[in-house]
């Protein structure tokens, strides 16, 4: 297995009914280094985490349909998988949650 073939596990905390959606910044959460998601939809019946989950397709520059739940489905903290992410994926993320280092 390449590593373009391994999935990327992204941690992520998601902050519903947010006033203005956005996707960067860092929060220190349970699974580590998180990158904040803020979605408008409410975390009622999973919109929170599908608005999310899109948000973050849209952010990384992926199809919504490569970017997949794996763990806290019931929480703010969540982590999601990205099949197939290309090479740059993990510095679009660095970026994202750490803000660029220049």
Known sequence: ???ADAPLTVAVRVKPG???ARV??????PYGPAL????????????????????LADALGVRPA????????????????VER???RLPE???RLRDGSAE
Do not use: I, N, W, Y
């Open 18 to 20: 947010a006033a203005q």
């Open 1 to 3: 297995m390449t590593t």
């Open 24 to 29: 960067g910044g860092r929060f220190d959460g």
């Open 92 to 94: 679009v993320l660095r």
């Open 66 to 81: 490569v970017v997949s739940l794996r763990s806290g489905a019931a929480s703010r903290d969540k982590l999601f998988l």
């Open 85 to 87: 992410p290309a090479d």
């Open 36 to 55: 904040v998601v803020a979605v408008h939809a409410p975390a009622v019946d999973g919109r929170a985490t599908e608005a999310a989950r899109r948000a």
